[in-house]
Each structure stands twice: as C-alpha cells, then as structure tokens.
C-alpha cells in the first residue's frame, strides 16, 4: 500500500528544503514556453532558450541549482513538468492530462530517488483548482505505486520506499483543497490494495485471503461481514461455484460485505467481483503460455474488495454490498468435466461444454444470491470473464453491457470522469440463444462469435429485472493501454469508475 503522507502547505517553494520541488509548466496559444517569476530559473530559461526542453506534455527537466530559486538554497533539486498547451483540452481531457503529469511526477521521482517532494499547483483554464489537485495527487500516488515484497532487499530491492511525503502548494487558497487530497488518497490507496492482490501468485493469495481482508475491513469500518464456506454453499445448492472448486484443494469462499447507510431509505448497489485466483482452465486446460497471468483473474472481486475500504471511510448516503465468489479453477481428479450438468443457487441448470468458462458459473451462483438475499436497487459487476473483450476492445476500454440504460450511462460517465474508459456493447435477445442447451437450460459457452456477449448473456440470467451492468476487465485489469500513472502490471481498473460512482451516488429511479 501506498505509504505517502501527504499535506496542503501554505510554505512558499524557495523554502522547501526536501529533495524535490516540482513545477508545472505551460505552452500558450503559439507552444512557447510561459514561465512564470514564481519559478522561472536561469536554467529554465538556459534550456529553453536552447529548445531542450519545450514544455510539451510530460517532458522534464530535472535542475540542480546552486541559486535554487528566488536566490536563495533551498530544495535539492527542481523539476519542471510540461503541460503542453492546455487551452486544448476540456473536462475528463484535463482531468487525465493531470493524472497523467503526476504519474510521471512519480516516475522522474522515482529515478533519482526522491522522497519528499514539494508540488507547486499550477492554475489550468477551465480546470478549478480542487480538480487540479485531486487529479495531479491521484496521479502521483498511483504512479508511485511499487510491488517488491517478493524481492531480496539488497540487491533489486532498492532502499528507496517510494515517495514518502507530498507537500501540496496552492499559491491561491482554494476550498476544498483538502477535501481534494483526502479524495484522492482515498482512491489510490484503493486501486494499489487491489494491485497488491494482484501482484499476489495464485499461492499467495487464496480465497481464505479474500475471506480474511474482508473481516479486517468489516471490522475496522464496522460493516457487517459473512463468508459462506464450502459447506453453507451445499446447503444453498450453489452448483457453480462448488463445481468449479471440485477440481481444486483450495477451500472455495463466498465474501459478502455490507456496508449500510444511516439512511434506512437509502438505496442499495451490490458489486460483485470475480475472485479466481487462478485460472488454470481445469480440464478444459489452458495453453501453458502466459498461464501464469492467470493468478490475475481475481482482478475483479479485489476491485469490488478494495473498494469497501473507500465506502467505510466515506460512508456515502447508499447503501453498498459487495460479493466476491472467491475459488481457483484446477484439474483434478474430482475436476468438472466437460458434459456435466450443474444446478445453480436458484435452479437453473447448465451444461458444462467447456470448464474454462469459468468465471460465469462462480459469478452467477454470487449474483442470483446477491439480487436475492439483499434486492439491491441495482447490480455492478466486474470480471475478467473472456478473451473475446480484448480482441473487440484491445487493452483500452474495459467492455460494458447491462440490462438498463440510465446505469449503463453512469457507469460509463463514471469510467470516462475516473480515465478507466469503458465501451457498451450490445446485448440483443438473440444472443442468449446461443447458449441454449439440449440437455440442461443454459450451456457455459456460446461458441467463437461473440464470445463476451454470450458470456453477459449467461449472467443475465441470474439478475431477473434488477439493473444491471457488467465489466469485462479481462483487456484492461493489467496490460492496461500505457499510463504513466499506471506501472506495469494489474491496474486496479473498476475501483476508480466504482468509487466515481458510489461517491456521487444519485437515486436510480
Ligand atoms: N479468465 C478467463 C478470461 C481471460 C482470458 C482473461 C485472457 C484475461 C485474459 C476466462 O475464465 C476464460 O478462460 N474465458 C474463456 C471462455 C471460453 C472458454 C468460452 C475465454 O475467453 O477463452
Ligand atoms: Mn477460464
Ligand atoms: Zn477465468
């Protein structure tokens, strides 16, 4: 987790005395560089003057000036970031050029090891200054995000820890200054936990460990917490998942925690996440090729988890009950077997064609629970449930279908808001044909076409009339288009578009 203390300070910049003091700088109208006295330096102007460094998006200058600015000693080092012309964008644009200029904040940080930073709030047109901040925040926060619990100390474990404190300087007073950074802490905090899963190999992170995160956070925020163990899921009848854990050693869990409002009218979102935390295929086995990215499949229900630790510290006026279907899908010798039938929580029965279309049955036996035990106003659910959404979408836009229009909206102004952009896709009737089964109600694949349709049209089944929306992370949970403010590795995609959308949670009518 991010380890960041982060402060507003009213302190001018020539008397931080840290490692690194960082200003923003813009290109008007005509790209020339527009320095302004507060920071101008001889060797900014030097490097301008030599058109080294021109103050397009992202480009740095790193100076070590003896004079430090205004002529007096101060920081160790300055760094000058480019903004590039911001008279050019507008809205969500600003908000992720922002994001995007803390990331590399972070990095250039990172590079020379720099602990304490000082950050300069530029003013941007269009943009007011607590978005300015909340985003350049956010963005350095994430972007400063490391995974090194698995390396040796000494050698590729570096001594440096990341960014330990972020002093935050507004030449103006802005309101809600603070407000904006405790935002956007809230939020990267969330995202790195859910990257931490991740980061976990399927042995390091376990459905127990699903189980036991979500106790500690029941706890702390006081929410209530039940985990439905292998043996209350035989009572339930929930085939699914007991199916897809037959082939597995590893006790399956069904992670349900619940955060309610003080507002008895409030109304209620159940997020479920796919928590697969291996994915091997089963028998249905996978190519052995990249295989080990499949410790990666629980990306969905670490989202949904993580995200509870924002709603326990905010307490927004909705209630929110996440669910997390938390079991690793293995081979062998009870393993499901293509050809069988299981009878899902509910009912409905389905022809297992292939087991490594997994994540539905786990998903469905958590969401007909979930609309059934809680009738939530309306159901998110994230999974990196098929192949399919990356040849459609690439690793750009997480894949977006529902059953209800004005959600599907907000989820998608949520993604757009947060910069984990998101594209619908369509979910006719005549899809759901595909999965029909001679033999059972429904079969587990739909065939080659369509692949991610025919999987939402499988988890349709299971949320009746509820609104419904469904990510499929499976393209952007790691691989994720190239950010500076997202390292290599998972993202922690869907906690930021969930947390846009509970934070400014308006009644669904
Ligand atoms: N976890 C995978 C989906 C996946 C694939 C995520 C690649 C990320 C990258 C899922 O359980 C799966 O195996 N889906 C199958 C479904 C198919 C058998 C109908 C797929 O997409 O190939
Ligand atoms: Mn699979
Ligand atoms: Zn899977």
Redesign the pocket.
Known sequence: MNQTKLTLTSKKPHTFCGDLLVFCVQQNKKGKVTATRTFASKELDNAVALGDFKADVNDSLLVYSKKGIKNTKSAKRILYIGLGNTQENSGNELRELCRNIGGTIAKQAGIIKAGSLYLNLPAISGMAGKDIAECLVEGVLLGDYSFLKYKKEDSEKPSFKGITKLSVYSAKTINDLRQSLRLAKATANAASVARDMANEPGNGWTPASFENYAIELGQKYKMSCTVLGKSQMKRLKMGGILGVNQGSSEAPKMVVLEYRAKNKKAQTILVVGKG?TF?S?GV?L?PSTGME??K??MCGGAAALSVMAVVGEEKPDVNVVAIIPATD?MSGSSALKPGDIIRHYGGVTSEIV?T????RLILADALAYGVKKFTPTCVVDLA?????V?FGLGHHRTGLLGNNQSLIERVLAAGDRCGEPLWQLPLDKEYSKQIDSDVADIK???GRPA?TIT?AAYLQKFVGDTPWAHLDI??T?WDFTKKTYIPKGPSGTGVRTLVELIRNWKNLS
Do not use: H
């Open positions: 697969l994915d295929g249905s996978k990215d499949m990666y499949d899908n292939n490594d279309a997994e994540g990196t449930l098929t192949g399919a990356i587990n694949t739909g692949g999987a499976a393209g949970a």
